[in-house]
């Protein structure tokens, strides 16, 4: 049995996240650095973001059933507010422990393994997003889109920690080491910020842009036998995308010359927009429930 694409970026996230864990883990030991232990509890968290992702992706992709019959696309979304929690929390951490070692004077040990291992956690992680990019080119997927940026985060993290442990070590720079840490706290609060906007859109059912709207509008009105359309509600859960709306047709017309123009207009739409779930209901020319929006 294959596995989806946003599956595999969720387990290939995890897998990346373990080995960066055990890396960063011994060279946090050797070092005492505290922009390298930022990067270890910031990768730590990685992980458990990473499990959590691949838990909602997996089942944001289960199909509808009895108890949830719009499917679970909402868990994707979920499952990105809580990475935006976890990566809330990381920053936090890693601030109080930077201003602790800058106010203690702390410099780190054994730049050199500091450096190395933060060279290849870079190349690991840039191996990472590149594959990530083209999952989320292919599936939408606003949890595995919210685990990139914690992971493109940590590309300037990496960097960060470098530079750090050069400028400490090498140019003799004090305070450099715990400066970085704070400067990684407030880029990943940014990126935070950034990552919550989405998954509320998502969950709070925010219709769509309003030029995707109107193109939507448009497909539909092409049909000859179509009077105008109102009441037009959108939203996106996941991967997917659902979308009602009302229709006038003539009040003359059977039940069954409407099904068939209900049939025929939904056929042009999932042309137009694939994977999109739609639901119809047709009025008689004129009829509008009060606070309706229509088109033309």
Known sequence: MTLPLNVRAGIASA???????????????????????????????????????????????????QQHRFGHGKA???????????????????????????????????????????????????????????????????AISTD????????????????????????GIGGADAVAGMAIALWLLHGAYRASHEAIDQLMDKEWPEERRRAFVEVANRHPELRGIHDLRTRTAGNRDFVQF?????????VGDAHRVMDEVEDKLRAAFPGVEILI???PTGHIDHGEETFP
């Open 281 to 283: 209901h047709p009025d």
């Open 15 to 65: 897998s990346v996240a373990l080995i960066l864990i055990a890396l960063k883990g011994y060279a946090s030991w050797e070092t005492g650095s505290a922009a390298m232990l930022g990067s270890l509890a910031d990768t730590t968290l990685d992980l458990i973001a990473s499990l959590v992702t691949l838990y909602g992706v997996r089942l944001a992709a289960t199909p509808a059933d």
């Open 246 to 254: 009302h229709v006038w047709v003539d009040p003359e017309m059977t």
């Open 148 to 171: 990139r940026m914690h992971y493109q985060s940590d590309l300037l993290l990496n960097a960060a920690v470098i530079g750090a442990l050069a400028m400490d070590h090498y140019a």
């Open 76 to 142: 994707e979304a979920i499952a990105a507010f809580f990475q935006v929690v976890l990566i809330s929390l990381s920053a936090f951490w890693i601030a109080v422990s930077a201003v602790q070692r800058l106010l203690a004077g702390d410099r780190p040990e054994a730049a050199e393994t500091g450096i190395a291992v933060s060279a290849i956690a870079l190349v690991l992680t840039l191996a990472l997003v590149t594959y990530q990019r083209r999952v989320i080119a292919r599936t939408g997927s606003i």
